[in-house]
């Protein structure tokens, strides 16, 4: 059985930019939640600014057409208000 959330997670944080729409594709939904996941908590850690990581993580979760309360309950589960609010305006954003 494969674990493609946890692939996903290992490719984004390791990967210098974000894939383009294009590539993600080829991707499974799980792959690229992790993918999401995994690029912006490295950006986070680069940083140490969460909001930019939280919107970061709405312009991809919408650019690879996933489902964002799957994305944003990771954001819940810190009790920050102020993420989620930028996550949902990266979402809008991309729209």
């Known amino acids: 059985m494969n674990n493609h959330f946890g692939k996903g997670l290992m490719a984004g944080l390791h990967a ?3 894939y383009s729409a294009h590539h993600a594709v080829n991707f499974c939904s799980e792959y ?17 600014d969460r909001q930019l990581s939280a919107w970061e993580a709405g312009i991809l979760t919408r650019r690879y057409g996933l489902d964002k309360e799957m994305v944003m309950d990771f954001f819940n589960e810190n009790h920050s208000g102020m993420a989620v609010r930028f996550f949902m305006v990266g979402y809008r954003l991309e729209g």
């Open 16 to 18: 210098p930019y974000a």
């Open 32 to 48: 690229k939640r992790g993918f999401v996941l995994g690029f912006t908590h490295r950006m986070f850690e680069k940083t140490g």
